[in-house]
């Protein structure tokens, strides 16, 4: 899944996982020396549903942001990963 790209300065502290996933290049050696001291989280059903929940939530607080200045390829962006989020949690809900 993709991640919209946006100011966030005017939105609310974003998620650790969130913020790793959307890592600058310049940023990312330094966010994996985090996961190699910290661990990575294991692989499982639950946090692959738990990865989609936050995808959802991350697109959810994306979308009225977009709308709101204008960004209307963002907003159609917004939708259909929304839309992949809510799927992938349809079929790992159980």
């Given amino acids: 899944m993709m991640h919209l790209k946006f100011d966030t300065s005017s939105c609310s502290r974003w998620d650790d996982r969130i913020r790793h996933q959307s890592a600058s290049p310049a940023d990312r050696p330094l966010h994996d020396r985090f996961w190699e001291a910290y661990g990575r ?19 959810g607080i994306a979308l009225p942001w977009a709308a709101r200045h204008g960004h209307g390829d963002l907003v159609e962006r917004g939708k259909r990963e929304l839309r992949e989020a809510l799927e992938a949690l349809w079929r790992l809900r159980s």
């Fill in 41 to 59: 989280p294991p692989q499982t059903r639950a946090s692959a549903f738990r990865a989609a929940a936050y995808e959802a939530m991350n697109v």
